[in-house]
Each structure stands twice: as structure tokens, then as C-alpha cells.
């Protein structure tokens, strides 16, 4: 069932290049570095035209009115 010889290993050498699966340029790093630079362009410009300001919202409403009734002295339920 089980052999019990020595079994023969080939080995296979490969460069640097190869082993890593792909080649030496810097264009992921330059791709990525633009990327992000972009990004934070954009968000810094969306800030700048206010596309992140909100309004009051409902939670900022029933706030206010409980703080107010707290305030006079009733419960918020009512």
C-alpha cells in the first residue's frame, strides 16, 4: 500500500521577477498615490461647496422639544 523508496524532487528555479507574479515598475504605487490624492481633492471640494451640511433632522426636533418640556416641567410622553 505504502512505498517506502525515496521519491525524487525536482526543483525549480525562478527569478525575482517571476516568483513575485509581476514586474518591477511603480505603477501601482504611482496609480495608488494619485488615486488617494484625487480622493482627498474631491472630499475637500464637496466639504468646500457644503454637500455635507445637513438641516435639522427629526431627531434634532424631538430633542428640542424635550429639552423644552423638560425645561417646564412635564414628562416627554406627554
Given amino acids: 500500500m505504502y512505498e517506502t523508496g525515496s ?3 525536482s526543483v525549480t528555479h525562478v527569478t525575482t521577477t517571476e516568483a513575485r507574479g509581476g514586474s518591477r515598475t511603480r ?3 504611482n496609480i495608488l498615490t494619485i ?3 484625487l ?7 464637496a466639504l468646500g461647496f457644503g454637500f455635507f451640511e445637513t438641516g435639522q433632522s427629526g ?3 424631538v430633542n428640542t422639544e424635550n429639552a423644552a418640556q423638560q ?3 412635564l ?4
Fill in 7 to 9: 521519491k525524487e524532487e
Fill in 27 to 29: 505603477a501601482t504605487r
Fill in 35 to 37: 488615486s488617494l490624492l
Fill in 39 to 45: 480622493i482627498v481633492i474631491i472630499l475637500a471640494v
Fill in 59 to 61: 431627531a434634532d426636533n
Fill in 71 to 73: 425645561s417646564a416641567g
Fill in 75 to 78: 414628562s416627554p410622553d406627554g
